[in-house]
């Protein structure tokens, strides 16, 4: 089954500053990458996705990137403030696999005012 | 907007007991889910379901079951509460297809004394 890596665990960035977090993936066969957002004592709720035939997806202050050779996607959140503070987690979904979403461990971003 | 409710935030329990954790989707979605959420072990898939009465085991069945006999309901029971099954529960719920997002319930979080 698909398996997918997140780094780094935490991560602590001033406020002002961008804040990168990466994952990887193991199967090829992946086509669908959520990123979601955690706030303390919240559901988790999505941000920004993308999907395999898109490299780059921008929203405001926040955007994907997807390498499908290298099989990694990186969230990247730019001009931090502190409600950015939360815990991040990426997926990934095959198309064939009852459409399952794994999981990253998590990031847990803390933006210092 | 799609709501998933689960209907007890807070529960505490002895070990041993039977515990019944209900999630309901109001979205009319085929594909439904309980993940548990651990510190520094990300989101994990306990069962998952694609269609009434159906089911399949996710990454960590062992001491679960699960039990949807209406499209919008889904049950998540654990037969005999052990210490370790002390955790927050979410429920997700997806509609068919590829590519497609998953929404979170708000949680249960478990106590099992």
């Known amino acids: 089954g698909e398996n997918v890596e997140q780094h780094p665990s935490t991560l602590s960035v001033q406020e002002g500053d961008s804040a990168v977090i990466k994952c990887t993936y193991s199967?090829?066969?992946?086509?669908?990458f959520p990123w979601y957002k955690q706030e303390l004592g919240k559901r988790p709720q999505l941000i920004i996705d993308?999907?395999?035939?898109?490299g780059e997806k921008k929203d405001q202050r926040i955007a994907v990137t997807l390498n499908k050779t290298a099989k990694h996607f990186s969230l990247h959140i730019t001009e931090t403030q502190p409600e950015d503070s939360a815990v991040y987690f990426c997926?990934?979904?095959?198309?064939?696999?009852?459409?399952?979403?794994?999981f990253g461990g998590g990031t847990r971003l803390m933006v210092k005012p | 907007d799609v709501k998933v409710t689960q209907s007890s935030r807070y529960l505490v329990k002895r070990t041993g007991e039977k515990v019944f954790l209900e999630c309901v989707q109001d979205?009319?979605?085929?594909?439904m889910f309980w993940y548990r959420q651990d510190p520094g072990l990300g989101l994990r898939l306990i069962y998952f379901s694609y269609d009434v009465k159906m089911k399949e085991k996710g990454d960590i069945p062992e001491g679960y079951s699960v039990s949807r006999e209406k499209k919008e309901r889904f049950s998540l029971i654990l037969e005999s509460a052990s210490t370790n099954q002390t955790s927050m529960y979410l429920c997700?719920?997806?509609?068919?297809?590829?590519?497609?997002?998953?929404?979170f319930g708000e949680g249960s979080w478990l106590t099992v004394v």
């Open positions: 997700a719920s997806r509609p068919g297809g590829s590519g497609n997002t998953i929404y």
């Open positions: 997926a990934a979904s095959m198309r064939n696999a009852g459409n399952m979403l794994t």
């Open positions: 979205m009319d979605h085929e594909n």
């Open positions: 199967d090829s066969a992946s086509n669908y």
């Open positions: 993308i999907r395999s035939n898109v």
